[in-house]
């Protein structure tokens, strides 16, 4: 699986983006999918996270009722709608799939990366 992020950029406090995670192969729907993100000097963290059907989404404390994981099977996508940004949301973020169940917030769970697209957020 290659996976393609997309959609960051710079926004100011309050604001929202979309980022877009394309994915190529066939077998896009069996892999869970989740967004990372790392800042400067920081570790890579959990953001959220979505079962391979969709039906299951997990979020980062951070996250909670401001960003929105989501996925389209059928175009082989995933996406993180983020609302409510916070000079703190500044980072690169990451998609990552994985063909394991469970442990959606480890790092080292996660069988294969995306390049990163980094979101600035001004205040």
């Known amino acids: 699986v290659q996976l393609q992020a997309s959609g960051g950029g710079l926004v100011q406090a309050g604001g929202s983006l979309r980022l877009s995670c394309a994915a190529s192969?066939?077998?896009?729907?069996?892999?869970?999918m989740g967004w990372f993100r790392q800042a400067p000097g920081k570790e890579r963290e959990f953001v959220a996270g979505?079962?391979?059907?969709?039906?299951?989404?997990y979020y980062a404390d951070s996250a909670k009722g401001r960003f929105t994981i989501s996925r389209d099977n059928a175009k082989t996508t995933v996406y993180l709608q983020m609302n409510s940004l916070k000079p703190e949301d500044t980072a690169v973020y990451y998609c990552a799939a994985k063909l394991r169940p469970g442990l959606v917030r480890i790092v080292d769970e996660y069988d294969y990366w995306g390049q990163g697209t980094l979101v600035t957020v001004s205040s």
């Open positions: 979505i079962s391979w059907s969709g039906g299951l989404t």
């Open positions: 192969g066939r077998t896009f729907s069996s892999y869970g």
